[in-house]
């Protein structure tokens, strides 16, 4: 038990209840709520294990579906994101990315908020399609994920900036 | 053997991954295939605790409005009571069939309608009486049916639900038709299947058909905004604007008809027959 790992569990269960407690209950032009509990995922430490985050962001998105009656649609979204996460990291940060030790909580470069923004946009479109399961709202469908995707980005930004460490 | 072995060590991640991606879309097809909250639902020890919880603290905030409609109620009933001439004779209450019909008063919990399969999670479930498909209504007219209970809590599929099909009528005419909901805005509902020849006005009163052993005949649903022609049809979709506000839902009554368990044995019976 280091205390990256006390770190990760911490922050499991904070979003956790962020979003179950507050996110889910914005309503943001009656329909819009930020999907805050992706940030796990976004701030999961590069060179953790990564079968108990596979593990552990399916156990969040299954949870936030119990809460949300929502049938598996965010369970599949994070397994399917946590799985993809190196190779977005690949993407965004080039490929030595393991060994400059990438951190997410730092200054804002332009890399940094690609890899935040591909990663949610990543997790919404799953989640959303899943969630809509039709053809004929492809519209609605396509206008919800836009949307959502820029309202999780501007406060899980936001939040990343809250509780940043302070380094002087 | 040794092979087998050292692949599943070394692709353990990949093969974990389907794993949980293989569970995921079973819950997500099934979901979508059934009622959706069968397997995953807020009927649940733990998330109907952190919704009471939850609804503890809101509840401070609408204590005025709860009142004054309490009072309202208080006052519809004194007023029968008042008004009654034979005291030997039950309450009568406006709604047909009512005498066959118990109510269970319950609390919400956890009310959602941003989503397009809305519901409603309530704090009593099987220990109060309460059973999958009853009926629940609040004072001012329908708010959905009873999908999943848990020992003291249950959650009600919302008649702003795209899987919900309702029974319902036209008062003044006996037309039926079904009632569904669009998806787009949480006061309005359609009605589909009104025949042409029906003679509708806006401002009609749409109540439950009488043709549902979920409710009884006659409770109010809402009245008439918007009438369309279906040009594949023959029938007229009708927008249906709600009495009830369902984004803001105090106390709900669930329907507990006496009849119900002798009509759903006769029903399973002639299924099995099939």
């Known amino acids: ?34 999907l805050v509990y992706v940030l796990f995922i976004i701030l999961y430490p590069v060179n953790d294990n990564k079968t108990t985050l596979l593990i552990s962001s399916f156990a969040m998105g299954l949870t936030i579906d119990y809460f949300l009656n929502s049938g598996g649609v965010h369970a599949l979204g994070s397994i399917v994101l946590a799985y993809y996460r190196p190779a977005l990291f690949r993407f965004c940060f080039g490929l030595s990315y393991e060994y400059q030790t990438v951190k997410i909580n730092d200054s804002l470069t332009p890399e940094r908020f690609l890899f935040i923004f591909l990663t ?41 900036y809250l509780i940043k460490p302070n380094k002087r | 053997m ?24 079973t819950m997500i097809i099934k979901s979508h295939s059934y009622h959706r909250s069968k397997l995953i639902s807020s009927a649940n020890f733990v998330s109907g605790g952190v919704y009471e919880r939850m609804n503890t603290v809101d509840e401070y905030f609408s204590l005025k409005s709860s009142n004054e409609i309490l009072a309202k109620e208080n006052a519809r009933l004194k007023m029968l009571l008042m ?42 479930g099987f220990k109060a009486g309460i059973k999958e498909n009853m009926g629940v209504i609040n004072e001012k007219g329908i708010v959905g049916l009873i999908e999943n209970t848990s020992e003291n809590y249950a959650t009600i599929q919302s008649i702003l639900n795209s899987q919900s099909k309702i029974n319902a009528k036209i008062k003044k005419f006996d037309h039926i038709g079904t009632l569904q909901w669009n998806c787009k805005n949480t006061g309005f509902v359609q009605l589909y299947d009104i025949p042409r020849l029906a003679l509708i006005h806006k401002g009609d009163t749409i109540v439950t058909g009488g043709q549902s052993d979920i409710f009884p005949e006659n409770i109010n649903i809402g009245t008439i905004e918007k009438i369309y022609k279906d040009n ?14 369902m984004t803001n839902l105090g106390y709900v009554y669930v329907l507990k008809t006496k009849d119900y368990e002798e009509i759903k044995a006769l029903e399973d019976k002639s299924k099995k027959d099939e």
């Open chain 2, 83 to 124: 008004n009654q001439i034979d005291t030997s004779k039950p309450l009568p209450l406006d709604i047909k069939g009512y005498n066959n019909t118990n109510l269970i008063p319950s609390k919400v919990i956890h009310n959602s309608y941003k989503a397009r399969q809305n519901y409603i999670t309530i704090n009593s």
């Open chain 2, 2 to 25: 040794q092979q087998i072995f050292n692949y599943i060590f070394k692709n353990s991640n990949k093969l974990l991954f389907f794993l949980l991606l293989i569970f995921s879309f």
């Open chain 2, 232 to 245: 594949e049809t023959n029938y007229w979709t009708i927008d249906v604007k709600l009495f009830n506000d």
């Open chain 1, 120 to 160: 949610v946009l990543l997790h919404h479109t799953i989640v959303f399609v899943m969630e809509i399961f039709s053809v004929f709202l492809i519209l609605e469908m396509l206008y919800k994920i836009f949307l959502t995707t820029i309202l999780t980005v501007i406060v899980n930004i936001i939040i990343i």
């Open chain 1, 1 to 34: 038990m280091n205390s990256s790992s006390i770190n990760n569990i911490a922050r499991f269960f904070l979003l956790l209840a962020a979003q179950i407690l507050i996110f889910n209950n914005i309503g943001l032009f009656g329909f819009l709520n930020p």
